[in-house]
């Protein structure tokens, strides 16, 4: 069951993502990327995760994990490529097998299309993607302080008796 907390400052991180993506999304769409729709929300989605990463890892699991950062950040940039492709296949749907584009129907029609398709569709999915993928893989929970340490035997380690102390019949005892 989810921490009612975290699950709240998830759906904050999400939203102002989402700002991020509608925001770079439109501007994109309505100037350098008119002809590539589906490109510019790749990019803005992009941009978003990034983003995204920053506010999850500092605020929304910021009391989870135990994974080192490079190995966080590389899990986090794989859960969100599937993320953006699960997000992108509304719109390529609508656009290229529905065909709900110029000429085939109306600008207002593909437009409405696309926010319906990317920016809804895509976002809802893409998001229980997340969910599930950084509860999962990225910041999983970190067992309770003590309890790792109580469950583990202490691992002593003998080896032949040198230069350092704490020898005992000629070994050297080391406890890491």
Same mark, same amino acid.
């Given at each position: 069951?989810p +921490?009612p @907390?975290e699950l709240l400052r998830?759906?904050v991180v999400?939203?102002?993502?989402?700002?991020v993506?509608?925001?770079?999304?439109?501007?994109?769409?309505?100037t350098?990327? @008119? +002809?590539?729709p589906?490109t510019?929300? =790749?990019?803005? /989605?992009v941009v978003?995760t990034a983003f995204?990463?920053?506010?999850s890892r500092?605020w929304?699991?910021a009391?989870?994990?135990?994974?080192g950062?490079?190995?966080e =950040?590389?899990?986090?940039v794989?859960?969100?490529?599937?993320?953006?492709?699960?997000n992108?296949?509304?719109?390529l749907?609508s656009?290229y097998?529905?065909?709900?584009?110029?000429?085939?129907?109306g600008?207002l /029609?593909q437009?409405?299309?696309?926010?319906?398709?990317g920016m809804?569709?895509? /976002?809802l999915?893409? /998001?229980?993607?997340?969910w599930?993928g950084y509860?999962r893989?990225?910041?999983?929970?970190?067992p309770?302080i003590?309890?790792a340490?109580?469950d583990e035997?202490e691992?002593?380690?003998?080896r032949p008796a040198g230069?350092?102390g704490g020898?005992?019949?000629?070994?050297?005892?080391?406890?890491?």
């Amino acid at each position: 069951m989810p +921490e009612p @907390r975290e699950l709240l400052r998830f759906a904050v991180v999400g939203l102002a993502a989402y700002g991020v993506t509608l925001l770079g999304d439109y501007s994109l769409k309505l100037t350098v990327c @008119r +002809e590539k729709p589906v490109t510019a929300l =790749a990019i803005a /989605t992009v941009v978003a995760t990034a983003f995204a990463y920053l506010l999850s890892r500092r605020w929304s699991f910021a009391g989870r994990g135990g994974l080192g950062r490079v190995r966080e =950040a590389t899990l986090f940039v794989v859960v969100n490529a599937g993320a953006v492709a699960v997000n992108l296949v509304p719109a390529l749907v609508s656009r290229y097998v529905l065909h709900l584009s110029v000429p085939h129907v109306g600008y207002l /029609t593909q437009e409405i299309a696309d926010f319906v398709a990317g920016m809804l569709l895509g /976002t809802l999915a893409g /998001t229980a993607f997340r969910w599930f993928g950084y509860r999962r893989w990225v910041f999983p929970s970190a067992p309770p302080i003590g309890l790792a340490q109580a469950d583990e035997p202490e691992l002593v380690v003998e080896r032949p008796a040198g230069p350092r102390g704490g020898q005992r019949d000629g070994h050297v005892l080391e406890v890491p």
